[in-house]
């Protein structure tokens, strides 16, 4: 590799705390909504998943939605499931989203079809999520295929993985094998107990995690109680605590104020914890409340440059 070539990489790296965010493609041939949504975020993030068919349900794809996202001036980081595609699919995105500006990668077993739109289609999984991370970083360290061959000019991408820090019942050795093989990031589920959240800190920072990743923790500014039972319910891996329900549901027309307020404290927290790198802030359909987090948690300005 011939050095960082990611905003987010050489931000994470020089130790300062990294904010990022969230663009959803639209379910529509139009990228004004994601030109929209990108320019929100500029100067407020220092990055932005692109989401991949959120819920196993049909998008624009990542692809475009990089394009627009670069275009509008935010670095995007995009999202690539295994669901839907088989390796030599998955090349060609790595390949045509670098070229129209991606610069980042998370990669993703993606949600199972029948929770989607489209619960007829078929899942292809070709490659695991760890065998899709080791395809990137061969392909970023060596310019090689899975099959060989030579790439000429070939991506860099800062490569990254998901995980659930709070699910039942939750492996380590999951994430590490997911290290092992080649990422250097890890964006995790939407966070609210900080108490559980410093017991994983505590077990995966024992087996080195810290060291070896930049670890973002995902957050998110609830606006209702049933927003939160919904998450409670439907999310796998999130716990919204019930006080936090309750205080959202004694709010009334109140309750996005609360959610934002609760969500800032948690950011705040987390700056704190040893380890944590960095906040992930998921609007879920409404991003007024993603700049409203930022700026209460006192991260705004973001830094204009980084020195890789």
Known sequence: MTGQTSRLEALARSGRFCVTAEVVPPRAADGDAVTQQARALVGVADAANVTDNPRASA??????????????????????????RNRL????????????????????????????????????????VEELVALVSRLRDTGALPNGAQVTAPPRYFVGVADSPLAEPYDPARLESKLDAGAGFVQTQIVYDLEALGGWAETVGARGVFERAVVIVGVAPLRSARQAR?????????????????????????????????????????????GIAGVHVMGMGHEEGVRRVIEGAGLLPRPAEVAS
Do not use: K, Y
């Open 89 to 128: 699919a998955l090349t060609a995105d790595l390949l045509g989203a670098w070229a129209l500006g991606a610069r980042n990668v998370l990669c993703l077993t993606g949600d199972r079809v029948a929770a989607g739109d489209h619960p007829e289609a078929a899942e292809v999984d070709d490659l695991s």
């Open 230 to 274: 919904f998450l409670n319910e439907r999310v796998p891996g999130v716990a919204v605590p019930s006080a936090l329900i309750d205080e959202l549901e004694a709010a009334g027309d109140r309750a996005a104020d609360v959610g934002v307020t609760r969500c800032i404290e948690v950011v705040r927290r987390l700056h704190d914890l040893p």
């Open 59 to 84: 998008h624009m794809s990542p692809v475009a939605g990089s394009a627009f996202v670069a275009a509008a001036g935010l670095e995007p980081i995009i999202q690539l499931a295994c669901r839907h």
